[in-house]
T-cell receptor, first 114, second 116 residues
């Protein structure tokens, strides 16, 4: 696998379920991100991990819980979600302190909360 | 806090013609980066072009070029010789220089349709 991969690609869950989204980057980067992309709103930055430490938690509800066990993997744990949480969740990675500052994005997980 | 505004929700262009996408931003920072990202239908978002604010020369990548007006806080994207594969959502993004984590602030996006 190359680049940034995300699993699952599609997820349907009830409001009482617990599920996790997984992101893996194969680029040797040391910063990873979760974004939420809704139909009517700009991309919203949810969480940032740099060198495996969380540096930003953008006022995200506690029903979203990130985990970054190492520089290559990022998880988003979901529990008791609301229908308005239905969206495309994008993962990205970049090289902290690098010269290009480019973020590489995964294909996203399309989440539907019923 | 920074804000990024893309005033054109949708645009269309005929194949082989030129189109310009607008982006304005608001910041009190003097050192920053600006980006255009492209998100094709059902495909991954990719970087199109990048501009460092300290550089006066406008960035160019093949058919893609920017018009960066720092004083006006404007950063438009010009696509020359449009191709069907350019059909996508285009996002303008801002990044403050030197912040931990390289965090991006995105605009709302412009949906571009290239017509044959």
């Amino acid at each position: 696998e190359t680049g940034v991969t995300q699993t699952p690609r599609h997820l349907v869950m009830g409001m009482t379920n617990k599920k996790s989204l997984k992101c893996e980057q194969h680029l040797g980067h040391n910063a990873m991100y979760w974004y939420k992309q809704s139909a009517k709103k700009p991309l919203e930055l949810m969480f940032v991990y740099s060198l495996e430490e969380r540096v930003e938690n953008n006022s995200v509800p506690s029903r979203f819980s990130p985990e970054c066990p190492n520089s290559s993997h990022l998880f988003l744990h979901l529990h008791t979600l609301q229908p308005e949480d239905s969206a495309l969740y994008l993962c990205a990675s970049s090289q902290e302190l690098g010269r290009s500052y480019e973020q590489y994005f995964g294909p996203g997980t399309r989440l539907t909360v019923t | 806090a920074q804000t990024v505004t893309q005033s054109q929700p949708e645009m269309s262009v005929q194949e082989a013609e030129t189109v310009t996408l607008s982006c304005t931003y608001d910041t009190s920072e003097s050192n920053y980066y600006l980006f255009w990202y492209k998100q094709p239908p059902s495909r991954q978002m990719i970087l199109v072009i990048r501009q460092e604010a300290y550089k006066q020369q406008n960035a160019t990548e093949n058919r893609f070029s920017v018009n960066f007006q720092k004083a006006a806080k404007s950063f438009s994207l010009k696509i020359s010789d449009s191709q069907l594969g350019d059909t996508a959502m285009y996002f303008c993004a801002f990044m403050k220089y030197g912040n931990a984590g390289n965090m991006l602030t995105f605009g709302g996006g412009t949906r571009l349709m290239v017509k044959p």
